[in-house]
T-cell receptor
Framework: EDQVTQSPEALRLQEGESSSLNCSYT??????LFWYRQDPGKGPEFLFT???AGEEKEKERLKATLTKKESFLHITAPKPEDSATYLC?????????????FGRGTQLTVWP | DTEVTQTPKHLVMGMTNKKSLKCEQH?????MYWYKQKAKKPPELMFV???????INESVPSRFSPECPNSSLLNLHLHALQPEDSALYLC???????????????FGPGTRLTVL
């Protein structure tokens, strides 16, 4: 059973059309939840770390939030350059070596 | 500076070749990782080094051999690979996981490996 589930798998937005990506998780204890952006053929780019329910982080048009069961990545007024795959990953509190559990990602396309 | 560098960017090799991938970071991180990523899939963990000691080997075939010469460098030696090993190989690093309550991993740009 996947510990990290991302939805939707793919999302197409028109430029300026705000939306949210979802990351739900099932772990006994959360040590940290991470959002990454990945462009085709490149390594994931770190965006945010969230540690506890209620926490929020913002960067330009992106805002990440965390509850006890899920995290959202809100994209406000997206631009075509926001097109990428967004990966959610977490470290389980029971993990002894900081092992990251990744979701399968949401492929975002923003068209002009 | 949150940069992890990897060389080469692209590598094409035959099944009988021996090659190496290199990774370097200068952030003072003490944990370093190798991942393999296939198209449209998330990264899969291969190896973890913590304080230059191999901590995790995710049942990776012996044709992949990691090496951590010092705290800044990580190598992946490749020998007798198969075409199905073609993928994007990613290196990442993070702070000391023992003393930190968080552990962001910073990824390099990857090496695109093609095995003929």
């Amino acid at each position: 059973e996947d510990q990290v589930t991302q939805s939707p798998e793919a999302l197409r937005l028109q430029e300026g059309e705000s939306s949210s990506l979802n990351c739900s998780y099932t772990v006994s204890g959360l040590r940290g939840l991470f959002w990454y952006r990945q462009d085709p053929g490149k390594g994931p780019e770190f965006l945010f770390t969230l540690y506890s329910a209620g926490e929020e982080k913002e960067k330009e048009r992106l805002k990440a939030t965390l509850t006890k069961k899920e995290s959202f990545l809100h994209i406000t007024a997206p631009k075509p350059e926001d097109s990428a795959t967004y990966l959610c990953a977490l470290i389980d509190r029971g993990s002894t070596l900081g092992r990251l559990y990744f979701g399968r990602g949401t492929q975002l396309t923003v068209w002009p | 500076d949150t940069e992890v560098t990897q060389t080469p960017k692209h590598l094409v090799m035959g099944m009988t070749n021996k090659k190496s991938l290199k990774c370097e970071q200068h952030m003072g991180h003490r944990a370093m990782y190798w991942y393999k990523q296939k198209a449209k899939k998330p990264p899969e963990l291969m190896f973890v080094y913590s304080y230059e000691k191999l901590s995790i080997n995710e049942s990776v075939p012996s044709r992949f051999s990691p090496e951590c010469p010092n705290s800044s460098l990580l190598n992946l030696h490749l020998h007798a690979l198969q075409p199905e090993d073609s993928a994007l190989y990613l290196c990442a690093s993070s702070q000391d996981r023992a003393s930190s309550s968080y552990n962001e991993q910073f990824f390099g740009p990857g090496t695109r490996l093609t095995v003929l």
